[in-house]
């Protein structure tokens, strides 16, 4: 199929942000003499040149060029009460002024608050800290592994675990040969990594048993995210669960939840939890450190204390393991969750509805027909999350990231890329097309949104 060409759209939008973005444009110039292509993270610095953001409050951000941007990538999904909430920052600030926040190198009192409460919120019996997501998984499948002494790792086509060994394979969508989600996504990768991670299909029940039936009993683990993030932000669907809980049991694999997005994103827990299915491990960061750099590894004792003495699995956290301000953030962030539970996962989901319908109205009235993902389900009964996607057919079902990053059946271009720069140029800030909802955000914010994409869709539809 040929896909449509959106090259010279793209140079005009361009054109037009370089202008109106002077002062970020320099600073690109300036970035470039000593960080790779202006940064230190790809996703950030889209072309031509990332905004220099200068501060950021609730729903809002601002860049060196004075705009003030409506912001709904929300730190990678974790802000769940927009940027800088006040009620972290005053836990922040009283910590710092009383002496504590940066004596790194120890354990306190503090760090078994936070273990409890969120042992407590997510059914789990163990928990260790660490730094980011990518070392949450990474070490869930070495305990995986340990425990069950086999190679094996099976993960969803579309799934992200972080860059570590085991989540680089069959993350991007491939269209030569409709290989799709097959292909490891880095170069330097240990060899054995090709053969040794698996890769099926989300929501797809006999792919999953076929996997399982042919290699089960060398698979260490299954890991998936219950409620697929960037991928597509689609919810397993609840048989689906259930049953990787029950072949994993049968064949004595390891299930890991990588929950990093759908950790409290959804109520004061893990998502697996309002599906009523128990993961081995799960795996925990973004929503829990409300900013800050904090994440987690908990489940059952058994494989947790692999990590401990005599347990063989160096989980060692590293240098800022459970770093003060961050045990402080997440004892917060989690203690605010669980007392405004009541009225703020109602208010996200209300709005995180409005929000995905608003979008796709706004398109269709200029012509352009869009499909936001992010629904909930059967089990979980609302969501804060949202994707833009461009089918070229009316009633394309979103199951898998087979269906959302097959150019075929969506303009990825459109809703990647397309989309990011032209809602830039009207102060919002997007990534995949939307984000995420945090309480910070109005219904006015929405309507903003909502004026933002008709404008937007104006410009792509006079270039199509
Ligand atoms: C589901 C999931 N797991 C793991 C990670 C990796 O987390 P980090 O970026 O903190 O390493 C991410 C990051 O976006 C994620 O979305």
Request: aromatic content about 8%; some cysteine.
């Amino acid at each position: 199929m040929k896909h449509r060409d959106h090259t010279r759209l793209l140079a005009s939008l361009s054109e037009e942000y370089e202008k109106r973005s002077p002062r970020s444009a320099a600073l690109q110039a300036e970035a470039l003499r000593h960080l790779v292509d202006g940064g230190s993270h790809a996703l950030r610095l889209l072309q031509p040149f990332p905004p220099r953001i200068t501060g950021a409050a609730g729903a809002y951000l601002t860049d060196e060029d004075g705009h003030r941007i409506l912001d709904f990538w929300q730190g990678h999904y974790a802000n769940i009460l927009g940027h800088n909430p006040p009620a972290l920052l005053d836990a922040l600030r009283e910590g710092f002024a009383s002496g504590y926040g940066l004596q790194t190198g120890f354990t306190d009192r503090l760090q078994v608050q936070t273990a409890e409460l969120l042992c407590r919120l997510t059914a789990s019996e163990r928990v260790r800290f660490t730094t980011s997501g990518a070392l949450t998984t990474m070490y869930a499948v070495l305990l995986a592994r340990a425990f069950t002494g086999r190679d094996r790792i099976m993960k969803v086509g579309g799934g992200w675990h972080g860059a570590q060994p085991w989540g680089l394979k069959g993350v991007d969508y491939h269209d030569e040969n409709h290989s799709r989600f097959q292909h490891v996504e880095t170069k330097g990768l240990p060899t054995a990594i090709a053969r040794e991670v698996l890769v099926t299909r989300f929501n797809d029940p006999e792919m999953l048993e076929g996997l399982f039936r042919r290699h089960g009993n060398s698979v260490a683990c299954f890991i998936l995210e219950p409620f697929m993030g960037a991928g597509g932000f689609m919810p397993a669907e609840r048989q689906y669960l259930a049953l990787a809980r029950e072949l994993c049991t049968r064949y004595g694999a390891v299930l890991i939840f990588d929950e990093v997005i759908s950790g409290f994103r959804f109520h004061t827990g893990a998502v697996s939890q309002l599906y009523g299915v128990q993961p081995d491990l799960a795996t925990f960061a973004k929503a829990i450190g409300g900013g800050m750099p904090v994440a987690a590894v908990a489940g059952k004792a058994e494989l947790l204390n692999l990590a401990g003495r005599g347990g063989g699995v160096k989980f060692s956290g590293g240098t800022y393991s459970a770093h003060p301000a961050s045990m402080l953030a997440a004892r917060t962030m989690m203690g605010y969750l669980e007392a405004n539970a009541r009225d703020i996962y109602p208010r996200l989901a209300a709005l995180g509805e409005r929000c995905r319908r608003a979008v796709e109205a706004a398109f269709a009235a200029e012509g352009l027909h869009a499909v936001c993902t992010g629904d909930g389900n059967e089990a979980v009964p609302g969501s804060s999350l949202g994707m833009v996607h461009f089918p070229y057919r009316d009633g394309t079902r979103f199951r898998s990231p087979e269906d959302n990053r097959n150019p075929d059946i969506c303009d990825v271009v459109l809703g990647d890329t397309v989309v990011q720069l032209a809602l830039l140029l009207e102060d919002v800030y997007v990534v995949h097309g939307l984000g995420s909802l945090s309480t910070a955000h109005t219904e006015a914010d929405i309507e903003r949104l909502a004026e933002a994409c008709r404008r937007a869709a104006r410009r792509i539809r006079a270039s199509l």
